[in-house]
């Protein structure tokens, strides 16, 4: 006999299969690339310029670096995932001068009884050296390897205190769509190492982006100054 379930079981299966796939696309051409850093600039200058975040805008001059999501893809009909790709800018300490980018993926999944869609622009705080040490590693659990939090915003930013630089993370998020709240807990951040090696024309880690500083793209120029614009 068919039942409810049993219609909806293949349902369930092929949206999970579709959530999770997010993350894992095909790297393509560098243009695919070079959209990103423009969409990570447009998103990191619109979270400076947006009223409601002023707390971010005041304190993202702590953080060592920044991860920019320019779109986190999240939905759900009782099996729920979310993923989207971004780009890593880390502060020099010494000179201050913030790295080329490096592309990262974001992606989580979750059971339970929920419906509706999501998409939301991300920015990550990264504000500890650990937070920094696991961005080398290939993938990591936020709220598992490092310590995020949900920054303040609007109304919720009145108050606060540097105490909220405690975490290793500290993630806002602009969203719109049928969810209530969108969490990064529990989510796994890795590499995009072919994203990396279109983007540079050779194969190159992390690492040898950010610590080595082998590697430079001039299309960058425009997003890194956008980042070390907002943050002096």
Same mark, same amino acid.
């Given at each position: 006999m068919i039942?409810?379930?049993? %219609? /909806?079981?293949?349902?369930? !299966?092929? %949206?999970?299969?579709?959530?999770?796939?997010?993350?894992?696309? =095909?790297?393509? =051409?560098? +243009? *695919?690339?070079?959209? %990103?850093? &423009?969409?990570?600039?447009?998103? @990191? &200058?619109?979270?400076? +310029?947006?009223?409601? /975040?002023?707390? @971010?805008?005041? #304190?993202?001059? &702590?953080?060592?670096?920044? /991860? !920019?999501?320019?779109? !986190?893809?999240?939905?759900?009909?009782?099996?729920?995932?979310s993923g989207g790709s971004g780009v890593l800018l880390v502060r020099d300490e010494k000179t201050g001068k913030w790295s080329q980018p490096a592309f990262y993926t974001v992606g989580s999944g979750s059971f339970g009884l929920q419906f509706g869609g999501q998409a939301a622009e991300t920015v990550l705080m990264i504000m500890t050296p650990k937070g920094i040490k696991a961005l080398y590693s290939s993938s990591f659990k936020l709220g598992g390897d490092v310590a995020v939090a949900a920054g303040p915003v609007g109304v919720r930013a009145e108050g606060s205190t540097p105490m909220n630089l405690s975490a290793d993370y500290i993630s806002f998020a602009r969203s719109k769509g049928?969810? !209530?709240? @969108? =969490? /990064?807990?529990?989510?796994?951040?890795?590499?995009?190492?072919?994203? #990396? *090696?279109?983007?540079?024309?050779?194969?190159? =880690?992390?690492?040898?982006i950010i610590v080595k500083g082998g590697v430079n793209n001039p299309q960058s120029a425009k997003l890194r100054a956008a980042v070390a614009k907002g943050t002096k």
């Amino acid at each position: 006999m068919i039942t409810r379930q049993s %219609l /909806l079981h293949p349902i369930v !299966i092929g %949206l999970a299969l579709f959530v999770f796939a997010i993350p894992q696309a =095909s790297a393509g =051409s560098a +243009a *695919e690339q070079e959209a %990103l850093v &423009e969409k990570a600039r447009f998103t @990191f &200058e619109s979270f400076i +310029a947006d009223p409601d /975040l002023s707390w @971010f805008r005041d #304190n993202v001059k &702590e953080a060592k670096a920044i /991860l !920019i999501f320019p779109q !986190i893809i999240k939905g759900a009909f009782f099996v729920g995932g979310s993923g989207g790709s971004g780009v890593l800018l880390v502060r020099d300490e010494k000179t201050g001068k913030w790295s080329q980018p490096a592309f990262y993926t974001v992606g989580s999944g979750s059971f339970g009884l929920q419906f509706g869609g999501q998409a939301a622009e991300t920015v990550l705080m990264i504000m500890t050296p650990k937070g920094i040490k696991a961005l080398y590693s290939s993938s990591f659990k936020l709220g598992g390897d490092v310590a995020v939090a949900a920054g303040p915003v609007g109304v919720r930013a009145e108050g606060s205190t540097p105490m909220n630089l405690s975490a290793d993370y500290i993630s806002f998020a602009r969203s719109k769509g049928a969810f !209530i709240g @969108f =969490s /990064l807990e529990g989510a796994v951040i890795a590499t995009r190492d072919k994203w #990396n *090696e279109a983007y540079y024309g050779k194969a190159v =880690s992390p690492v040898d982006i950010i610590v080595k500083g082998g590697v430079n793209n001039p299309q960058s120029a425009k997003l890194r100054a956008a980042v070390a614009k907002g943050t002096k």
